[in-house]
């Protein structure tokens, strides 16, 4: 009966550390975003002060890349706000790179009311970036087109200064690459993708025109 007690007060005990535990944690869940809006806000407010536009519109741009980042549970949103998401990135990529990068944007008018999973074209673009500018400090495009087509919508990032290797994700999956980083991004995307809309779809990699091409579709019965 002793050592009954003892397993019970043990259990109960480490039930209390679980419970504490999960409770800081949700409490730090709760408060960091707060936290972090907040100062943005401070830096944004005290950036307007002194007449600091660039810094004022970086953080503006920063702060909305994190609130995209944790907010709501959905995991299809509007193209249209996938594409502000891609614009806040972009404006500070622009001031961090200056002339050294040139982004193009093509998306016809007609397209803007389709869904596509949240935050599938920012980390193409994020991983583009870094394999366009880490091997060289010349001028480097990056190009996003989304084009309508018979059954699908095809959305391609594209760019200069790097070669991709066709067969990246296999090389991952049989674990001849170690992915990291963008690699890790890449796999959980093509994972999503395949998740929603079954395995015919996911990503694609090639090389055309001496640019690296991503490209992704999105099935036309998603439509809303």
Not at 101 to 120: A, D
Not at 144 to 162: A, C, F, H, P, W
Not at 179 to 195: A, D, T
């Amino acid at each position: 009966m002793t050592h009954s007690v003892k397993v019970l007060r043990d259990e109960n005990y480490d039930k209390q550390l679980l419970l504490r535990d999960s409770t800081i944690k949700m409490l730090q869940q709760q408060i960091n975003p707060h936290f972090l809006y907040n100062t943005l806000d401070t830096i944004n407010w005290m950036a307007q002060k002194y007449g600091a536009d660039d810094i004022s519109m970086m953080v503006r741009s920063l702060g909305n890349l994190f609130r995209a980042s944790i907010a709501g549970q959905k995991d299809i949103i509007p193209l249209s706000e996938e594409l502000e998401v891609l614009n806040d990135y972009i404006r500070i990529q622009e001031m961090r790179f200056k002339d050294r990068l040139n982004f193009e944007l093509e998306v016809p008018e007609n397209i803007s009311h389709i869904f596509v999973p949240k935050l599938c074209i920012q980390p193409l673009v994020e991983n583009a970036l870094k394999h366009a500018m880490e091997a060289t400090d010349e001028m480097c495009c990056i190009r996003v087109t989304i084009r309508e087509m018979e059954l699908d919508y095809q959305i391609k990032v594209s760019n200069t200064g790097s070669i991709i290797d066709p067969d990246l994700l296999s090389k991952i999956e049989n674990k001849e690459i170690q992915p990291q980083g963008s690699g890790v991004g890449l796999v959980n995307i093509n994972s999503r993708l395949k998740l929603i809309y079954g395995n015919n779809y996911g990503l694609n990699f090639y090389n055309k025109s001496g640019m690296a091409v991503v490209m992704l579709s999105i099935p036309k019965e998603q439509e809303v």
